[in-house]
T-cell receptor
Framework: DTAVSQTPKYLVTQMGNDKSIKCEQN?????MYWYKQDSKKFLKIMFS???????INETVPNRFSPKSPDKAHLNLHINSLELGDSAVYFC?????????????FGPGTRLTVL | GNSVTQMEGPVTLSEEAFLTINCTYT??????LFWYVQYPGEGLQLLLK?????DKGSNKGFEATYRKETTSFHLEKGSVQVSDSAVYFC??????????FGKGTTLSVSS
């Protein structure tokens, strides 16, 4: 019973393609996040949703579009993939938006764009 | 703006050595501070956290104390094991925001 799960774990695709990554949490949390980890292991927030409402939208190309069909799911769709999109994408969830709320991370999706 | 600075790695130690990984932060107000650990090929796991000044977080032999006067949250362990080899991230969080991470420190422990 994985707390935060992501599919797929690996994604290899060609430049120009469109792909989606799915995330689900069974912790009953209200808030979910997408982070990008680059090749140097640096982690940066991309988006956050609270109860299906977008609350954080960092400077990310509009080729990236998050969608939250319900508060347990947060998907990430990427259009017209570019080489620079290659990274590990992590989904996370937390009980709420409080400053002390712990975030729980999924196992990551390694995206490779050829 | 808010930011976290961690010591550059990699850190290479022998088993049973003492570990310190330095972390300092810049933030307006009073954030919570976290240490996360990432084992090879896995996601991030919370190691410990502290939510106010002078709080000490501890877990699995690791400790860190929230020092407001020095804006620091250094991670320590008295005796590291090979199984502690991983990447360690210091992070801060304020209400309504996401985690802001340091660049990560790779720890390699040999037997």
């Amino acid at each position: 019973d994985t707390a935060v799960s992501q599919t797929p774990k690996y994604l290899v695709t060609q430049m120009g393609n469109d792909k989606s990554i799915k995330c689900e949490q069974n912790l009953g949390h209200d808030t979910m996040y997408w982070y990008k980890q680059d090749s140097k292991k640096f982690l940066k927030i991309m988006f956050s949703y609270n109860n299906k409402e977008l609350i954080i939208n960092e400077t990310v190309p509009n080729r990236f579009s998050p969608k939250s069909p319900d508060k347990a799911h947060l998907n990430l769709h990427i259009n017209s993939l570019e080489l620079g999109d290659s990274a590990v994408y992590f989904c996370a969830s937390s009980p709420g938006q409080g400053f002390s709320d712990t975030q729980y991370f999924g196992p990551g999706t390694r995206l490779t764009v050829l | 703006g808010n930011s976290v600075t961690q010591m550059e790695g990699p850190v290479t130690l022998s088993e049973e050595a003492f570990l310190t990984i330095n972390c300092t932060y810049t933030a307006t107000g009073y954030p919570s501070l976290f240490w996360y650990v990432q084992y090879p090929g896995e996601g991030l796991q919370l190691l410990l956290k502290a939510t106010k000044a002078d709080d000490k977080g501890s877990n699995k032999g690791f400790e860190a104390t929230y020092r407001k006067e020095t804006t620091s949250f250094h991670l320590e362990k008295g005796s590291v094991q090979v199984s502690d080899s991983a990447v360690y991230f210091c992070a801060l969080k304020k209400a309504g925001t996401a985690l802001i991470f340091g660049k990560g420190t790779t720890l390699s422990v040999s037997s």
